[in-house]
């Protein structure tokens, strides 16, 4: 047998001396997350209020006002947050993935570096938000909802107002 380094020959010897059972995988004792005594917040008035860097996922905040709250690095993954008002709110980084976002007004938030893949957005409002950054894949924020968008123009006459067009003689 011929190892390439010193360290081999210590680690083959312990590989042989452990019994193959024990090298099996052991199962992790995994504690399902509890979620904080005010998970049911909805119609909640949050305004201003700092959430920044907190563990909210799957929160019910369904018609709550969020209006200039601070949720910078805020983990909203799986919240509904249908109907809330979240004008001027700051989301910067934070997590809103699989987050219900129909109907919900986010005019003037920041919502740069957030992650808002596969989110619900029916009927959101986004006018005047900030998107820099922002991973919208799956997601119709951009669209938000059935806003229409401006009328297209007219199509252009080839003739009109082109006296060129007429062979000279």
């Given amino acids: 047998m011929r190892f390439l380094s010193p360290a081999q020959p210590a680690l083959a010897a312990l590989l042989l001396a452990v019994p193959a059972a024990s090298l099996a995988a052991q199962p992790i004792a995994v504690q399902p997350y509890a979620l904080p005594p005010w998970q049911q917040c909805r119609g909640c008035d949050l305004r201003g209020a700092d959430l920044s860097g907190l563990l909210l996922t799957g929160m019910d905040l369904r018609d709550a006002d969020l209006r200039d709250a601070d949720l910078r690095g805020s983990n909203l993954e799986g919240a509904d947050l ?36 596969q989110a619900l957005t029916p009927g959101v409002q986004i006018e005047g938000a900030v998107l820099v950054g922002a991973d919208i894949r799956g997601s119709a924020l951009v669209i938000g909802g059935e806003e229409a968008g401006p009328q297209p123009l007219p199509p252009l006459d080839p003739l009109d107002g082109d006296q060129d067009q007429k062979p000279r003689r």
């Fill in 82 to 117: 249908s109907g809330a008002d979240l004008r001027g709110a700051r989301l910067q980084g934070s997590w809103l993935s699989n987050a219900d976002l129909s109907e919900a007004d986010l005019r003037q938030a920041n919502l740069q570096d957030a992650v808002v893949i």
